[in-house]
């Protein structure tokens, strides 16, 4: 086993006894599966815990990025609750940009965790007035509204966009905030557990993530 179990909602401890998971600040838990370093032997291991859940990141991914981290929420023979995947890379004018996408059911609050705000599921302000952005699943355009920082992010250091895709909520998480402007042309998010040979020639490595 290449993943470690951890806590969808925070970095607290976890343990286990007789098959059920418990936070030591959230009680009883479904498993946040996580690595201590990407490789292609944990993606792999992903790919067989997440089930029901897909596997979204950008493809192709844009050359010189990397997947750094990723993880999904699930029970021993359970479907999975959630997932993510981290990737970063180099762009014009932002630098090394970190781009963190999750997908999850309604009250698991990975979204929240990765995106560094205090409520379990996006706010209110998802579907008021236009979406700012859209990206494109399965060749469908999905309307992302901005969810709002400001309250938890005194850096301002990201930028975090949410709607609703294939019946969950999805969620993209951006740092710096600027990359947010990166969005400006659709980007094409797939389900990569169905890519096969391909990935044998997904990047791994990089810096994961800090929360």
Do not use: N
């Not at 970095?11 to 990407?38: M, N």
């Not at 600027?178 to 169905?194: K, Q, R, T, Y």
């Amino acid at each position: 086993m290449t993943l470690g179990a951890g806590c969808p909602r925070c970095a607290s401890p976890v343990s286990e006894d007789d098959g059920t998971w418990r936070c030591t600040d959230h009680g009883p838990i479904t498993p946040l599966w996580r690595p201590t370093v990407a490789d292609y032997g944990g993606f792999a291991e992903l790919l067989t815990r997440s089930r029901a859940i897909p596997t979204l990141m950008p493809w192709p991914l844009t050359p010189g990025w990397s997947v750094t981290d990723f993880g999904v929420v699930a029970a021993a023979g359970q479907d999975a609750r959630a997932g993510f995947v981290t990737c970063s890379g180099p762009s014009e004018p932002d630098g090394v940009v970190e781009l963190t996408v999750v997908t999850e059911e309604p009250g698991v609050g990975l979204g929240a965790r990765c995106a560094g705000v205090r409520h379990t599921d996006p706010g209110a302000e998802i579907g008021e007035g236009p979406p700012l952005v859209k990206v494109r699943i399965d060749g469908h355009p999905i309307s992302l509204w901005p969810v709002l920082t400001a309250d938890a992010d005194v850096a301002f250091d990201r930028s975090v966009f949410a709607g609703e895709a294939l019946g969950r909520w999805l969620w993209l998480v951006l740092r710096p905030a600027s990359a947010a402007l990166l969005l400006s042309d659709e980007w094409v998010l797939m389900d990569v557990a169905g890519l096969g040979p391909e990935l044998m020639e997904l990047p791994f490595g990089g810096s994961p993530p800090g929360w």
